[in-house]
C-alpha cells in the first residue's frame, strides 16, 4: 500500500491537472504504485517484447508527469505563486500558512522519490539513468535560478543557463531523448538534432511564460501574475531595464 501522504500526492495531483493526457497518467501512475506487485511485477517476467516496450513507455511517460507535479509544488513555494492550472496551488490549498507549506514541500518530496521509484517497474537500464539524470539536472537549475535572483547584477547567458536547466530540461530535452531511446533511434546525430530543438523550445517556452507572468491575464492562464516581480526574480525582461 501507498503511505497515505503519497496517496494524497496523487489524489492532488489529479484534481489540479487540466489536461486529459496529466489525468490519465497520474492515474496510471498511481494504480502502478498501489498494484506494482500485482499488475508491474518485474518487466523481465513479462514475455512479449511489444508488452514491454509499451509498458515501459507508460511508466517513463508517467514518472516524468509525477515528477512535474512534484517539482511545482516545490516551484510554488520557492516562487510563491498561490494560482497553478487555474487552482490554489497546493501550499494554499494545505494551509495557506507554514503548515500548508511544510505540508507541501513534503508531499513534493515524496512526488519525486514516487518518480524515480517507478523508474524500477523497468529493466531498461538506459532509461532509468537518463532519466534520473534529467531529474537531477532540473533540481540543480531550480537551485541556479534562486542564486540568479540573489546577484545585483545578471547577465542574459546566466538567465539562459538557468532556463535551460530548469526547464527545458525537463519539460522537453527529457522526453525527446526518451522518446528517441525507446524508439531505438539513439544516434549521435539524432540526439544533437533533438537537443538543439529541445534548448531553444525549453528557453523560448520560459521567456514567454515569463511574459505572461507579468502581462498574462490570471484568468486565462491559470498561475499567479505578477509573482516574479513580488519575489524579485531576475528575468531576461529585468535583466533589459
Known amino acids: ?21 496529466q489525468r490519465s497518467a497520474i492515474l496510471i501512475s498511481g494504480f502502478c504504485l498501489l498494484a506494482s506487485r500485482t499488475v508491474f511485477i518485474r ?35 520557492i516562487d510563491r505563486s498561490e494560482i497553478r492550472r487555474g487552482k490554489p496551488s497546493a501550499f494554499i490549498a494545505l494551509g495557506n500558512n507554514h503548515t500548508g507549506k511544510s505540508r507541501a514541500i513534503c508531499l513534493g518530496d515524496s512526488g519525486l522519490i514516487t518518480a524515480v521509484c517507478m523508474l524500477d517497474r523497468t529493466e531498461n537500464s538506459k532509461i532509468r539513468q537518463y532519466i534520473t539524470h534529467i531529474f537531477l539536472r532540473t533540481i540543480s537549475g531550480e537551485l541556479a535560478d534562486i542564486d540568479v535572483a540573489e546577484k545585483r547584477e545578471i ?16 519539460t522537453v ?27 531553444n523550445a525549453g528557453v523560448a517556452f520560459q521567456i514567454k511564460d515569463d511574459l505572461l507572468g507579468i ?27
Do not use: W
Request: net charge negative.
Open 43 to 77: 518487466i523481465s517476467n513479462v514475455p512479449s517484447p511489444d508488452l514491454v516496450t509499451s509498458i515501459t513507455r507508460v511508466v517513463a511517460a508517467s514518472a516524468f508527469e509525477v515528477f512535474e507535479s512534484a517539482v511545482l509544488m516545490h516551484d510554488d513555494v
Open 1 to 21: 500500500m501507498l503511505p497515505s501522504s503519497l496517496a494524497h500526492l496523487t489524489l492532488y495531483a489529479l484534481l489540479s491537472s487540466d489536461t486529459l493526457s
Open 155 to 170: 547577465r542574459d547567458n546566466d538567465v539562459i543557463a538557468a532556463f535551460i536547466e530548469k526547464t527545458a530540461t525537463y
Open 173 to 199: 530535452l527529457g522526453p525527446s531523448i526518451c522518446g528517441a531511446l525507446l524508439a531505438g533511434q539513439t544516434t549521435e546525430q539524432a540526439e544533437q538534432l533533438l537537443t538543439d530543438f529541445a534548448v
Open 215 to 241: 502581462y498574462g491575464n490570471e484568468k486565462i492562464i491559470g498561475k499567479t501574475v505578477n509573482g516574479d516581480i513580488a519575489e524579485g526574480k531576475k528575468s531576461l525582461l529585468v535583466s533589459h531595464f
